[in-house]
């Protein structure tokens, strides 16, 4: 005959110290599952708010860049994203935040040509440096960490793990990777599975690393060539909206109004899955040092 | 009785196409961008593939219908309550990450 039962629930007490009762019975306790007032005392300190954007109008939406976290910029072709990503890489820098920037299908020396107008705040991408601007532009390199990956050949996210590990090692934070198709290597018809898991991993790592990824995505074509993208026009749109913790796009406001100022961009904060407010800003595309203005601005409340 | 409204390759223009429709079209689709629809669907209309459609009133409606809207160009209101923290929250960063001054040099000069 068997022992009498009783329903399981009697084995248990309300706020069970779950370490006696794994003492009692001989089960080995789990460390997947515990309690929730035994995490580190240190998670209820404060926690670490990331830094700026450099832009106080963005901000307000993404509430800073964190690490752990990857944001996907997107926008219709010639729209700006590897030169508003560039310009985010300086802000940070300028911030103390070691960074690496990664294009492959810009030369290096076009990324400290474009860095190097936004530091100096002159048109060095298509002009010789003078010996006072290199000396400035040197002042800049020694005193902020700004790395730069010189290989533009194609790449693969195995390597481009390893590298992130030793990115780590050297301090990195911010890294830019320009941009997404370049790390995806499948034949069209596993495209979708491919960008799934390479957009996993690329979150993983962030998560793993504690680092931040800004990672450039191009959208679909559009019909008329000049709508306004939307997160329904990423290629691969179900990953990348899926893991992507923030997700910017840009839009030249002239594309889709003639009366716009054309060097008018609009910020929209499509995802944030940290604070989950999301709305648009504007900065303003400067030709001269190919980087980015807002309108005079900080808000204090 | 209304005049049949349809697209004129020739002159590149929506004929009988008159502001009471706009404004008919308009409340028919208040979130939608009508100016700027209305010019896609002419360079459409003027494609490969949009060179055998007339573009009737029937295919500005469906069209129309299928547009992006103008939601998400709507700022979003944060609470005040959280307005507050937030706020705060972005003051303390700034400080901490030395934002500010980096902030400052992105702004337009007027």
Redesign the interface.
Known sequence: MGEEQRPAGDSFEPATNLSVFWKLSDIDPNTAIIPVGELPIEYRKSID????T???GL??YL??IRMGEMTVVTADTGAGKTTFCTHIMV?AA????PVWINSWEMKPVMILRKIASIVLRRPLKCVDFTEEESKIFDNFASRHKVYVNPQTIWTNIDELEEQLKCAKMMGVKLVMLDHLDYLVNTRKEKLHEAIDETVKRLHELAFSLEMHFLLICHPRQT??G???V?MHSLKGSSAIKQYADNIIILHRCAR??TQADPTKVKV?V?KNRM?G????TYL?YVPMWD??????????? | MRKSIYFDKAKKMFVNLDSDMMKQLTTEFPHVDLLGELHKMMMWLQSPKGSKRRGTLGFIRKWLGNAPTKIFDREIDVPQALQGLINKYLEDMWEKSNALPVIALNQRRT
């Open positions: 708010k990331g830094f700026s450099g832009w106080s901000d307000k509430q800073g802000n300028m911030q103390g935040i019909m008329t000049s709508e306004e939307g889709t109004d929209r499509a604070f407010i999301e709305g648009n303003y980087g980015y203005e807002e309108l005079g601005r900080v808000s204090n409340g």
